[in-house]
């Protein structure tokens, strides 16, 4: 199988930092995508990781390791609208097939 | 505006009666997909298509059809629909092919089936 794993939920408070964290398998890997999901909405797409290391976004950052199938996804200065999922998504090395993960509802408090 | 659109965005049918959701972009893209959402499954690939006359199966495709005539177009096809498939679709486009590197995903706003 191709599984990725996310935690269910997270809770955080205004203006803190949050990590989440997505582990996956490594075989035929070709790029690690995540996106953000409003309730209701579609997903918008956050982030692209396909070789090792830490990319940075304004708020935003995600870092991969290939070797140990491993991501993550760094919050800082959390604010209320960033209560949302956030989808892990693995691409397959042949082809454009996506397997995404069961996403992790975040929530933020006041 | 930069868009995918899908029609209906809601949609209620009985078992059996064939319809289809349609999905358009506007931004050129070779790459389009279909997915369905369902609680804590996530999101999960029903076909893909890399080009115009090139589809794919990606991980749930039992029970769908599509069909990739046009660039802009990626119809979604419910031959006989059964209850297993009430679910939130979504379409998604993309610019770039296989063995490109950033290749962000523009979705569509989302269609919610439900099959009595």
């Known amino acids: 199988g191709q599984n990725i794993d996310q935690p269910t939920e997270m809770t955080a408070t205004e203006g803190a930092i949050v990590q989440i964290n997505c582990t996956y398998q490594t075989s035929g890997f070709n790029g690690l995508f995540w996106y953000q999901q409003h309730a209701g909405e579609a997903p918008t797409f956050l982030s692209y990781?396909?070789?090792?290391g830490l990319e940075e976004k304004g708020r935003f950052s995600s870092f991969l390791s290939r070797s140990k199938g491993y991501s993550y996804l760094l919050l800082k200065e959390l604010q209320m609208k960033d209560s949302a999922s956030y989808l892990c998504a693995r691409r397959d090395n042949y082809g454009q097939n996506f397997v995404f993960g069961p996403g992790t509802r975040l929530s933020v408090l006041p | 505006e930069a868009q995918v659109t899908q029609n209906p965005r809601y949609l209620i049918t009985v078992t059996g009666k064939k319809l289809t959701v349609t999905c358009s972009q506007n931004?050129?893209?070779?790459?389009m997909s279909w997915y369905r959402q369902d609680p804590g499954l996530g999101l999960r690939q029903i076909y893909y298509s890399m080009n115009v006359e090139v589809t794919d199966k990606g991980d749930v495709p039992e029970g769908y059809k599509v069909s990739r005539k046009e660039k802009r177009n990626f119809p979604l096809i419910l031959e006989s629909p059964s209850p297993n498939q009430t679910s939130l679709y979504f379409c998604?486009?993309?610019?770039?092919?296989?063995?490109?590197?950033?290749?962000?995903?523009?979705f569509g706003p989302g269609t919610r089936l439900t099959v009595l």
């Open positions: 990781n396909v070789l090792d």
């Open positions: 998604a486009s993309s610019y770039a092919g296989v063995g490109s590197g950033l290749d962000e995903q523009f």
């Open positions: 931004m050129n893209h070779e790459y």
